[in-house]
């Protein structure tokens, strides 16, 4: 069994900064892709930032500059470091990952971490 697990939401205030980690974690292969999308209330979900695992990253447009996505390969983890972070942010935050086991390969959501923005 594969599962990821996210940390690192909270409260912060606007313009704060905060930082999400994730972790893959049991009988894996290999990770491809992996990134972060958010969901706030009332909207659908959207693409926060995705990496690939070469490094390659690619951003919501509206997140550019305030928004940075890393991982490491060897421990199977995701990060993203948001800074200047405003009331539109508060959201509940899913990591996600394209993974290979030895018997599939298919896609995996984390259950979520809550980030309020607010003062």
């Known amino acids: 069994q594969v599962e990821l697990v996210e940390s690192g939401g909270g409260l912060v205030q606007p313009g704060g900064s905060l930082r999400l980690s994730c972790l893959a974690s049991?009988?894996?292969?290999?990770?491809?892709?992996m990134g972060w999308y958010r969901q706030a209330p009332g909207k659908q979900r959207e693409m926060v930032a995705i990496?690939?695992?070469?490094?390659?990253?690619n951003y919501a447009d509206s997140l550019k500059g305030r928004f940075t996505i890393s991982r490491d390969n060897a421990k199977n983890t995701v990060e993203v470091q948001m800074n200047s972070l405003e009331a539109d942010d508060t959201a509940v935050y899913y990591c996600?990952?394209?993974?290979?086991?030895?018997?599939?390969?298919?896609?995996?959501w984390g259950k979520g971490t809550l980030v309020t923005v607010s003062s």
């Open positions: 996600y990952a394209n993974v290979r086991s030895p018997s599939r390969y298919y896609g995996l």
């Open positions: 049991g009988n894996i292969v290999r990770v491809y892709d």
């Open positions: 990496i690939n695992n070469n490094g390659g990253t």
